[in-house]
């Protein structure tokens, strides 16, 4: 069992240089200041962060594991992403690879409140993959949002989530806007039998996040999508514990991908914080993540990890419906599939586009893989 | 006068693929779907992302310079990220670059409350550098930590922040170190006749950093740290309307500056947001910013824009005294010149070494550079 947090840093380097580098980073992400001078023997044993591996990566990188005293992070997220990556981020040699964490912060932290089970049991479904498209463009009224979320909903996806662009702007306030997408789902899902769920997205500081969180209860919402990387991990992290009613959808904007692996950021410090699924650009879209890199990541937030639950792994940014077996067949059934504009350019034909999305998920048979 | 926010982003491509980056940007960052099929005509003039201009940069890369509609952001700062760099910070090609705002927006958030001459006044210095220290390591319980900091202002330094890794640990919770510190220094203060202020480093989510400005008030502080990429811009500029009293200086800890420039980021987002002061690694020391890239982050820390008071620069990270008189020339007057294990390492001689650069940072005359 491990006592301290562990860190793998891939660096670009040399042989002859790759030691001291490791060196560096490791009193860089802890005292930051020169050891020599260090006289206190608790900060020089446990303190310090002390390199536990250096392995060649390729192409000039190589993955150094420093370890770090779980002392250090106390019992805040904020302060933890401080101690994995914090100044380090500021040096262009170094992303975040990988992370492990002690068993018991990761139970303090808790991870996913609901997770896969959780969101599947909202919408009455069994052990299949989960449908979801996006409320866009940012810019529309919210009674133009809400008639584009009836319209979805009609064709009985699973979720339909507010664009990460829709905050609380003059066009569709943020309690207007969840007031009447919520209605406008609610009676789509009346009609159909199917329950859909609309999921608001959260934005700006702790104390609109709850009024946020207050907002959406009352329009009937159970699902909700945040930006950890805008609103702070600490913040996400609370909100899981004050609304344990709510399911979180975690955003990857501003997640900075490239220097820190979306497998460590995503697939691990947002479960860990609460998040009960994870969207991220799937591969052949919009982004440049590899299949690879997909794999990883949605395994990274399935993984048994210190008991806490799976966040479902929700691939995204420019998929269309022609790929839906071929996501089906790479994710398995532990997914959602989200949709956003590869559905809205249906124009007048959106419910039925919407429909045979829904119905392609539902009656796939993931026995064929 | 400009009505619309405008981004501009650095980004690796060829002359003949440029321009279809460039406006894929631009719907990224706004609509983020097919254009072709928004039939809304206020979000078609409005909303979408328009490219203003496109120049060569030099080493395969071009400036695109982005506009957005105001109303995008609505009044919060997360969002004002959100639109300018969210999704496409997961684009390898792409740095955020630049910015600027329309002057009723960069009002409206309010940039730093006290500035500069708040900083210079608190210290009661005329207009000379200030000078700054920094308490480490982290692991040390409080009544050692304020035992440094009783030695560092012996030496008559201006300010002495916490190390950006103090928390809210088990050896140094912030409630016990924030008196024990705030009152070691405030001895050291009566006895040299200076007015040393401690500078705490708040932590964790928006009600924690609530109860730790009360518990710095009540130590005596009005000056404290906030790391803004993990606090969240929104609760930053929350906390500097809610305690109009605390100047805040902003640790680029997690600013993740390869992705950002750190004039963009630390020179105008984290000023705009109500930092009065914005640490930055210095020029050869432990991090790679040239002196090029230092020159014009202080620059746009203190220029001239929309009214704002000015964000003093505090260059840092392996600074050492020899390097006063060179960093003064560099900077001029307004500057926090912040040393922290340079100081640290002179052991039994600290509060010796200490006077000395306080000594050199007030004797130093800038009429000779």
Known sequence: ???????????????????????????EQSVEMPVGIITDRHVRDE??????????????????????????????????????????????????????????????????????????????????????????????????????????????????????????????????????????????????????????????????????AEQSLAAGCDTIMIAP???????????????????????????GAARISPVALLGKLFRLNGSDGVIFPNHGGRFGYSPEMCRRLASSALAPWHGLQGAIPVPAGGMTLDRVPEMLSFYGPDVMLLIGGGLLSAGERLTEETAAFAQAVREYSHDRA
């Open 1 to 27: 069992m491990k006592s301290r947090i562990e860190a793998t840093y891939r660096v670009r380097g040399t042989a002859e240089t790759i030691a001291a580098r490791a060196e560096a980073i490791a009193v």
């Open 47 to 212: 303190i310090i962060g002390r390199v536990e591996a250096i392995t060649e990566a390729g192409e000039g990188t190589f993955d150094v594991r420093i370890s770090l005293s779980a002392e250090t992070v106390g019992e805040d997220p904020g302060q933890l992403l401080n101690m994995l990556f914090g100044n380090t981020s500021l040096h262009e040699d170094v992303t975040l690879y990988d992370l492990e964490l002690p068993e018991a912060l990761a139970r303090l932290f808790g991870g996913p409140r609901h997770g896969i089970k959780g969101l599947r049991a909202r919408v009455g479904a069994d052990m299949r993959a989960l449908t979801c498209s996006a409320l866009k463009p940012q810019g529309l009224a919210s009674d133009e949002l809400a008639a584009l979320a009836y319209r979805l909903a009609l064709g009985e996806l699973d979720y339909i989530k507010d664009d990460h662009g829709l905050a609380d702007q003059a066009k569709s306030p943020f309690a207007e806007r969840v007031r009447a997408c919520g209605e406008a789902v609610k009676r789509a899902a009346d009609e159909t039998g199917h329950p859909t769920r609309y999921v608001p997205s959260f934005n700006g500081h702790l104390d609109m996040m709850r009024r946020q």
């Open 229 to 255: 990387m805008l609103a702070g991990l600490s913040n996400c992290l609370l909100l899981a514990r004050e609304f344990p009613e709510l399911a979180m959808l975690a955003h990857p904007t501003m997640a």
